[in-house]
Each structure stands twice: as structure tokens, then as C-alpha cells.
């Protein structure tokens, strides 16, 4: 959550950085500000809300210079006001400090810094840092900010400029991520490549404990003992165009789109088709171990933990190894029963969620292999987990997560199929799940082509306050995706849960003003589930019906029917799950909302 962008080099900074910012506005967008420093002096803007306010303000302003530093801020700690956005500032306003990530013991600091003087203007925890560097201060930047940091406890990606020191910025990471952008008499610091794409392709990702000095033609990166680092510099694949809205109105839309690709991506060069297997290069190292795992563990937050559970179905059903999925978020706080025969899945888009970061740590410790299924490269769920296979779904930018989760479906019957095969899975099923896995780009592309029908489907409904999605089986965990779906980006009150659950409570509710979406593919529980329909029906509530193509007899129970293309049930989810998130879009959209930045919510929870 939140954003930083840095420049040192020979242009104008503040273009540079205010684009960056743009790219990274979906990471947190209820407060921005930027510092510039030239000719020995720190200039500085903020503005509440969204970066066009910011630049409003910036334009005819007439100050600029060659460094600078700016952030997007998701408030944590104080509201979204002027004083509380970054940068922060030093008692003198020679020191600016952006920065991501919850400084725990900062009220115990800035007692002790008011003590000496020191005058606080917001009520952030980010404020103590500027005040703490001021206080070490002898000259020497890198060294003031590494001892300020070996004062604080918490998490931080930060940025750091001063006017005293106009060529450098200082760097530092523990627990937020940030990446240098090494470019040609230019350099960037961001806690986002897509905030540099457009200018260098060639970043380094700082490790927790590294501190980096950079310079517009060198950086030198040392850990918090003063130990030079041998650093790697990663070329990032995914161009700027991707991470672009690509004429569509929104990245949501754009992201729905890609999907068949998504799984064209997901799964290229990895099916074995002769051998009803599958290669995935990240698990390699780790195969062997992988026959001898007895349980597995899923680990992830919201829409991953969605995709997680349908793992969970696969996982049982075709590799036989029993597996569970836990909240990320509650993970350590109970006493999991994990050994050296458990493997951990952490799924994560973003890599950085801190939750799920945090649960992977705790089975690390505990002797458990780490797995990760993350999308974004580099990321440090990416490199702290034993080995992982990554999603190829290219950067999703949009709060919602849609394509990720396809490929996080994909991915996961990718590892079945290898798990499957491994033990008792036969080598006709290893093929025929494939050869449904290369049918699905086609399938949902004929979803896409029929958008225009739950775009009407969407209009009729976007006035209803409440909404019920149910399914059961693999399109059980659909039912809580889809009402996520619609929750979080149109702000009406949704809730998913198992078919067979509704009668034990939440049957109460309905009557002919509470929706309710049905996932009921043609499947094993089909009938199951249209039992519970005709309860709904039986209270006069609006049913929308989701299920097989040319299922006509679903007509005569529902009030309105979307269909998708038959498919192997294990599979099922990566065509249902497309028109849920159409519908979403859609109803958002009627109601005029901000469909990519939704309120309250930012792309990637990297805070407790
Ligand atoms: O980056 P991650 O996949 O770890 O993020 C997990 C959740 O925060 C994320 O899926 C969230 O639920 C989405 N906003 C849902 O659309």
C-alpha cells in the first residue's frame, strides 16, 4: 500500500516522478506529495485525494530540480489531510523522508524527539523518521538515516533527500518492498517497477536490512553493519504498454479481457501433453521433496485465498494429498501442525501481501517447504519461498483482482497435475485435464463475446442494495469471489458462501429485494444446488442462474440465466468466474463509481 517514487539524475525530476506516481496511484490514492531539491534547497507540494489534485497544484508553480522524491499514500496511522501526507520533514526542512510500512514503536520515539525539541506537524508515524535522521545528522545522510533506522521498530520502504546532500537519496528497506531503477546518468528508486517501467527496464530489488546510497551514475548498496552488498541487476520483462490501460476505459475491463491470454501465458511451454504431465521450471529443485509431502497448506488473503480453496478441491480430488486453506492473516496466530512433510502454498498477485509474507515465515521456521504461486517477479514472497511457479498473468493494476486469479487457478491445476502424477494419478486423466486446460482460451472467449448480455443483466440489478451468491463444490469458493467482487467495487452489501449453508441462517434474509446468484453448472451437485434454488423461489426471491450452456430447464426456475461453455468440473471455475466479474464490473460501472480505485482499499496490503 501506498507509493514511492524517487529520481536522481539530469532532467527536471519532477515530471519524471509525477508520471511514476500515476502508475502507482492504484497502490493508495487518499493523499500525494512530492520534494524536490535544487540549488541547496527543498521544495515541496502535497494535496488530499487523488495525484491530479497534486499536479493541479504543481502547474505554474515555478520551482524544479535533478532529485526528488514523492509518494501516494493509503493512510494507516491518521487521516487523509494535507499534514499527514509525505514527505515528511525535518524540524529545518533540509530532510524529506516518503515512506511505506508502520513504524511500531514511533509514539515511544516522538515522546523522546519532542523532549529534545523537535516540532511535529502530523499525526502519522512516518513523521518520527525525518525528526530521528535530523538528530543524527552530522553531514553525512546515509549514515544519519542508517542510524535512525536501527532505532526503529516496524516495517519501511523509504526515500530519503536533503537539501544539504543535493546529490543523493538514500534508500532502505525492512519488510516494504523497493526496487532501484538503474538507468543511463539517471536512477530511480520505487516501491513498484511499474512506477519506472517507462525509463529503465533494469532494476535491483533491495533486501530487508539493505540500506542504498544512490547517486545519478552509481549506488552503492551496504546491509545495517556497513557490509557492501554484491548486488544483481534483474531485467524486467513486462513492458510499459502493459501495465496501460490500452484504450479501454478502465484496467479492470482491460484485465477481464486478457484472460484467455492469461491462460495461454500461464501454461506455455509447461504441458506435457504425451505424458499427461507437466514441467514447471520453479519446482524443480524441489520435486523430489515434493513426493514425500503428506499435507499441504494454502496460504493466502481475499480473492488468493479464493483461488486457494479451489486448489484445495483439485489438490484432494485428483492428487489425494489432504490440504488445507488458511487465512494468511490468522495463520501465525494459531498453532499450525506443520512438519517437514508439509508443504506450504503461499498464492499471492502482488508478492508483497504482509500477511501472507508473515504466515510463509512462521512454516519456514517450523521446518515446512515454502511454495509460492505469485504473479509479480522478484517480488519477496517470490524470494523468500523455497521455489514457486510464477503466474505470467502480467502486471494487474486494477484493485480488483480478476486475471490473476484465472492464473492462479491455472497454475494450481498445473501442481496437481504434477502432484497427481506423482502419485496415483493415471496417465489418461494427466492428459485429459490438459487437453481441457488448452480448450479454456477458446471457451472464454466466447464468454467475453456475450458481455453485452450481462451488461444488461447488470443494469437491471445495479439498484438492489443486497446481493447472495451461493454454489457448492469447486464453485463453492466462486460464490464468495463473485460477492467479493461485487463488494468491494460497487460498495453493495454481498455475501458467498456454500449452497448448503444458506438454510442454516442466512435464509432469513431473502425475500423478492434480496438477489440471489447461483453458480450451478451441469455438474456432480447441480441438482443439489437447484434445491436450494427453489427454497430461494419458495420466498420469492430474484434468481440469477449461472450453469451450462443449453441447460434449458435452469430457464424455468431462474429469473435471469448467464451461460458459459461445458468444461472438466476441476476447470469449471476459470469460465464461471468470468461473467461474475463482468457483472461486477458492470454494476460499478452503472452506479458511476471509480471502478479501479475503489474506496478504502488499495492493490497490495503490505501492513498487517
Ligand atoms: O497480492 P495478493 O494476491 O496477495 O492480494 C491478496 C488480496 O489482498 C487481494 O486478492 C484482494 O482481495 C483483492 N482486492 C480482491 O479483488
Redesign the pocket.
Known sequence: MCGIVGYIGKKDAENTLIEGLKRLEYRGYDSSGIALVQNKKMFSEKAIGKIINLEEKLSGKKFSGNVGICHTRWATHGKPTKENAHPHFSCDGDIAVVHNGIIENYQTLRDDLKKKGHKFLSETDSEVLPHLIEDFYKGDLREAVLKALKCVQGTYGIAVVSSKNPDEMIAARKGSPLVLGVGNGENFVASDVAAILGYTNQVVYLNDGEIARVASDDFQITDMDNQQIKCEINKIEWSLEESQKGGHEHFMLKEILEQPKVVVDSTRGRLLPDEGSVKLGGLEEVEEDLRKIEKIIIV?????RYAGLVGEYMLEEYAEIPTEVEFASEFRYRKPIVDERTAIIA???????AD?LAAIREAKRKGALTLGIVNVVGSTIARETDAGVYNHAGPEIA???TK?FTSQLTVLALITILLGRQRNMSLDTGKKIIEELEALPEKIEIILKNKVDIKKLSEKYSKYSDFMYLGRKYCFPLAEEGA??LK?ISYIHSEGFPAGEMKHGSIALIDEDFPVVCVAPKDSVYEKNISNVEEIRARKGKIIILTTQGNKEAEKVADDIIYIPDALEMLTPILAVVPLQLFAYYVSSFRGLDVDKPRN?A???TVE
Open positions: 493466502a488473503c481475499g480473492t488468493a498464492i499471492s498477485q502482488s508478492g508483497e501481501t501472507t484493485v480488483a483482482s490473476a467479493l467482487k468491494e482499499l492493490k497490495s496490503v
